[in-house]
C-alpha cells in the first residue's frame, strides 16, 4: 500500500525557513510520477506549490519561485520542501501527494504550519 | 496564471438530489481538470481526472463533463457521505491553479 506521510515544525518564525519531509513508502520515488507539495490556506484556498520529478527536474509555482526549494533524498525515500523567509501569509496546511498532471489518488494526511513570533 | 472561476461557493441539497458545481477557466484548458471532495481534517480525494475519467472506487453518482473554458461535475443522488467541499484544479498549464471551492451542506 502506497502511502505518504508528511511530517516538520508545526511552528515557526518569520523570517525563518519552513522545511517539511514527506516520507513515502509503497512505492519507490525514483520509479515515475511526480512527487507534489500542495498547501491549504486558513480561508481554504488551495495553491499548487510545486513538484521534483522521478528524474529530479522540479517545477515551481512562480508565485513562490524565489523561497521555494523542493530535495530528495533517494535512499530514504524523501523528498522536502524548504520555503524560505516566511511570512505569516504561509500559515496554512501542507499536503504531499503523488501526481502524475494532478495530484492523485495518494497524498499524506497534510501537516498544519503556524508561522507566527 | 489561468484563473479559475468556480461556482456556487456554497451548495444546500437534500439528500437524493441531483447538485452541479461548475468551474469556468481564463483560456481552454484542453480538458485537463481535475475534481477533489475533501471532509474537514482529511487530505483531498481525487473524484475525476481529465474532465470526466472517474477514479477507481468511486461511485458512479460521481459525473463530470466541459471542454474548452467550461467544465461541470454533478453529484447524483446525493447521500450523507457526500457532504464535502469539492475543488476543481486545472493541470493544463504550470502553475496548476486550483478553484475556490463548493461546500455542500444539507438542506
Not at chain 2, 471532495?37 to 472517474?54: E, M, N
Not at chain 2, 463530470?64 to 453529484?75: A, N, T
Amino acid at each position: 500500500e502506497i502511502q505518504l506521510q508528511e511530517s516538520g515544525p508545526g511552528l515557526v518564525k518569520p523570517s525563518q525557513s519552513l522545511s517539511l519531509t514527506c516520507s513515502v513508502t509503497g512505492y519507490t520515488i525514483t520509479s515515475g510520477y511526480d512527487w507534489s507539495w500542495i498547501r491549504k490556506f486558513p480561508g481554504n484556498k488551495m495553491e499548487w506549490m510545486g513538484y521534483i520529478s522521478y528524474s529530479g527536474s522540479t517545477n515551481y509555482n512562480p508565485s513562490l519561485k524565489s523561497r521555494i526549494s523542493i530535495t530528495r533524498d533517494t535512499s530514504k525515500n524523501q523528498f522536502f520542501l524548504q520555503l524560505n523567509s516566511v511570512t505569516t501569509e504561509d500559515t496554512a496546511t501542507y499536503y504531499c501527494a503523488r501526481s502524475r498532471g494532478s495530484p492523485g489518488a495518494y497524498w499524506g494526511q497534510g501537516v498544519m504550519v503556524t508561522v507566527s513570533s | 496564471d489561468i484563473q479559475m472561476t468556480q461556482s456556487p461557493p456554497s451548495l444546500s441539497a437534500s439528500l437524493g438530489d441531483k447538485v452541479t458545481i461548475t468551474c469556468q477557466t481564463s483560456q481552454n484548458i484542453n480538458k485537463y481538470i481535475a475534481w477533489y471532495q475533501q471532509k474537514p481534517g482529511k487530505a483531498p480525494r481525487l473524484l475525476i481526472g481529465f474532465t470526466s475519467r472517474l477514479v477507481s472506487g468511486i461511485p458512479s453518482r460521481f459525473s463530470g463533463s466541459g471542454s474548452g473554458r467550461d467544465y461541470s461535475f454533478s453529484i447524483s443522488n446525493v447521500e450523507s457521505e457526500d457532504i464535502a467541499s469539492y475543488y476543481c484544479l486545472q493541470y493544463d498549464n504550470s502553475p496548476y491553479t486550483f478553484g475556490a471551492g463548493t461546500k455542500l451542506e444539507l438542506k
